[in-house]
């Protein structure tokens, strides 16, 4: 896939801004955020017997306005710090950002105004569904938008070797927690389990994607988990995302049906040796495969049959 270019996203008309808007979120891994609140619906439906389902689609809307404004605040944070800039060895599109902003299609202050708008209609959506909802889901509104924040932002917690951690729990644990609440006002105990173990695998893209970067990373000061191991030792890290996520779905309190989700052990194989061979782009392909075919598969398991 080409890096994205003036000569494509021209902005000289309004129909092509808005086409360079849209591909400036990076659309293409909202995967990343939607298949987790799919499980959260699914679970629902298993455990209560109904979804609401325009609470259902404002749910899956405000994950994604929050993840797209997320990505582009990222690259606006990772543009002032320099990494992108300095990152030569970016393996795009899944590695080193947009390329937005060092390519010269945006300017900083276009995309965090871009950003800026996303995360503040995410939030305005948040705020309206909690008031439907109750505080609890105004609380992982809040934690979720703080994280999504300060994953790129001052202190950066990416920057501080969490945001592996960050990732895991804004797109894991929280939207499939908060999926269900939304649904039945309640979250049942097999929830915070799969909620934990699709947070390892889509911790795992995070993982995987950040390993072209270390070097990038560490001229820049951005101490990511991988750039604190080094390219020899964080392919291994992986791996130990893999089994946690598998763990979580084979040894948790979880419906039956959720086993069914073990069957992603085919391409997260495959994924590991691809990055064993130095394969980087099967590797990163195969990782995002992983997590869509585990959320799918539970989404599968989960429904009433």
């Known amino acids: ?27 293409a ?5 939607v298949l987790p609140v799919l499980v959260g619906l699914a679970l ?12 259902a689609a404002a749910t899956v809307l405000n994950i994604a306005v929050i993840h797209a404004g997320a990505n582009v605040f990222n690259d606006y944070c990772d543009a002032r710090n ?25 300017t900083e202050r276009e995309t965090f105004r871009l950003g800026t708008v996303l995360l503040a209609a995410g939030a305005a959506l948040g705020l309206a569904m909690s008031a439907v909802a109750g505080p609890f889901i105004l609380a992982i509104g809040a934690v979720g938008g703080a994280l999504a924040i300060f994953y790129s932002a001052p202190p950066c917690l990416a920057c501080r070797g969490l945001g592996d ?14 999926t269900e609440f939304l649904q039945a006002g309640t979250v049942s105990p097999a929830n915070w389990w799969l909620g934990a173990a ?26 990511t988990l991988p750039a604190r191991l080094g390219p020899a030792r964080a392919p291994y890290g992986l791996l130990v995302l893999f089994v946690a996520g598998f ?7 979880v419906p039956e049906g959720a086993w069914v989700a073990l069957l992603a052990a085919f391409p997260a194989g495959m994924a590991l040796r691809s990055l064993h061979r130095g394969q980087m782009v099967p590797a990163m392909t195969l990782t995002l495969a992983t997590h869509a075919s585990v959320c799918l598969l539970l989404v599968a398991g989960l429904l009433p049959h």
């Open 247 to 253: 763990l979580l779905i084979a040894l948790g309190p």
């Open 198 to 223: 699709v947070g390892c695998f889509v911790a795992a893209i995070l993982w995987v994607n950040s390993i072209p970067d270390i070097a990038a990373d560490r001229a820049a000061g951005k101490w």
């Open 82 to 106: 320099g990494t992108d800039a300095a990152n030569v060895a970016h393996v795009y599109p899944f590695s080193g950002g947009s390329r937005f902003i060092p390519n010269g299609v945006l």
């Open 165 to 178: 951690f960050v990732i895991g729990i804004c797109f894991g644990t929280l939207p499939v927690a908060g």
């Open 29 to 33: 891994f909202l995967t990343a955020s």
């Open 44 to 55: 629902a439906w298993q455990v209560h017997g109904a979804v609401d389902w325009l609470m």
């Open 1 to 27: 896939m080409p890096e994205p270019t003036t000569a494509v996203f021209h902005q000289r008309t309004f129909a092509n801004r808005l086409a360079t808007w849209f591909a400036a979120t990076r659309p």
